[in-house]
């Protein structure tokens, strides 16, 4: 009887987004254990992830189900317990999640995976952000078109020295480096990031290091910053304003390339924070702007948000392509949440729940305005 109200319940709640229990759509769930229905109802989100994890229920097509979810803005509808929430509001407010000794936390975490598991999901350059796919068609081809984007945004000329905040897999250094002759020193917090990185820049002006940007003191012509600003935390937004105003040159330029959400919050998604992106928090324009006020210009704010849902959908299709190779190391599990991470976030571009911006500042304004070719 409880099941069964539970069910009745949960099925109400599903038919504001269109979605049916056990229906023939694509993005209708099929439910595998009865359990899932009080399991969802009182851990939302958590609950959600966890039991699809669990083989709990599935669905032919899980990024057009969570379309339909986001767009109805059930999320909304379904709260977790108020403990929970309560106790993950003063988390945030309380601690810094993201203070200098946690800040490798999520190298190890998520970024250090295995770099066998990121090669074969992401492009030949190991590019883990949005690409530009205005002209592109392949993958390769939209990230190389951002990387070029943020080049020519930051007029890079041969022998300009380019900070690289969380610098990755070494994809813009390499590509500024070779394209533009710029001088590069990237940063991340992740082992695996440099050594790849400083394989992959090996015979280039690029220098490549293990450093939490709060130790940069240096001055640089350029800075950039491409999916990394998602782990500062608002506690720190301000903090990273000010270590990238302390380390630009006068007439220096800096970019920010970072997703965004439509309000200010100060926590992640429970299920994102706990299995993917631990103490990430995404940080909405007026954030952005306040921690910016009084440090910066802005130059240019260029949102191509819908270009992440395709970017999304082609590293799915690169995940499940070279699963083979990858099973006997990760495991059905991890597939299942891997799965779950990338379909459910292409459908968080797609409904326009969560953005991309790419953000221009200088120190004191370009003379003339900011113009770049695009």
């Not at 909304?76 to 800040?103: D, G, H, T, Y």
């Not at 002759?181 to 293990?210: H, N, P, R």
């Amino acid at each position: 009887m409880k099941e069964s109200n539970e069910k009745t319940v949960l099925q109400k709640i599903l038919d504001a987004a269109g979605v049916q229990i056990d229906g023939t759509r694509p993005w209708d769930i099929q439910i595998r254990n009865p359990g899932f229905y009080g399991r969802v109802l009182s851990g939302a989100s958590l609950g959600l992830g966890e039991s699809y994890m669990d083989g709990w229920w599935d669905c032919e097509a899980l990024d057009q189900f969570f379309e339909r979810v986001l767009e109805a803005r059930l999320d909304e509808k379904v709260k977790i317990s108020a403990l929970l929430f309560l106790w993950i509001v003063l988390k945030a407010k309380i601690i810094n999640l993201q203070n200098r000794s946690k800040a490798t936390g999520i190298g190890k975490r998520h970024y250090e995976l295995g770099n066998n598991l990121f090669s074969a999901m992401l492009d030949r350059g190991l590019n883990y952000s949005c690409g530009y796919w205005k002209r592109a068609k392949t993958l390769d081809d939209a990230q190389e078109a951002k990387l070029d984007l943020i080049c020519r945004k930051m007029g890079l000329t041969s022998g300009m020295k380019v900070l690289d905040i969380g610098c990755g897999w070494g994809g813009f250094a390499k590509h500024a480096a070779e394209k533009y002759g710029a001088s590069v020193y990237g940063i991340t917090v992740s082992e695996e990031q440099v050594a790849f990185a400083q394989k992959s820049c090996e015979g280039l002006d690029v220098t490549i290091e293990l450093k939490d940007y709060r130790e940069l003191r240096e001055k640089f012509d350029r800075i950039i910053s491409i999916g990394m600003f998602e782990h500062v935390g608002c506690r720190n937004y301000r903090t990273f304003m000010k270590v990238v105003h302390r380390c630009l040159e006068g007439d220096g330029l800096s970019l920010l390339h970072t997703i965004g959400g439509n309000i200010s919050v100060n926590s992640t998604d429970p299920w994102t924070n706990k299995y993917i992106f631990p103490n990430s928090v995404l940080p909405s324009a007026k954030q952005i702007t306040s921690a910016a006020e009084g440090l910066f210009v802005l130059e240019d704010w260029h949102s191509f948000g819908p270009y992440y849902d395709k970017t999304l959908m082609a590293w799915y299709d690169n995940f499940t392509e070279n699963w083979s190779k990858l099973k006997d190391a990760y495991g059905e599990r991890f597939y299942r949440m891997w799965t779950y991470y990338l379909l459910s976030s292409a459908a968080g571009f797609r409904s326009r729940r969560n953005q991309l911006w790419q953000i221009v500042f200088s120190k004191k304004g370009t003379k003339g305005g900011f113009r770049y070719k695009e």
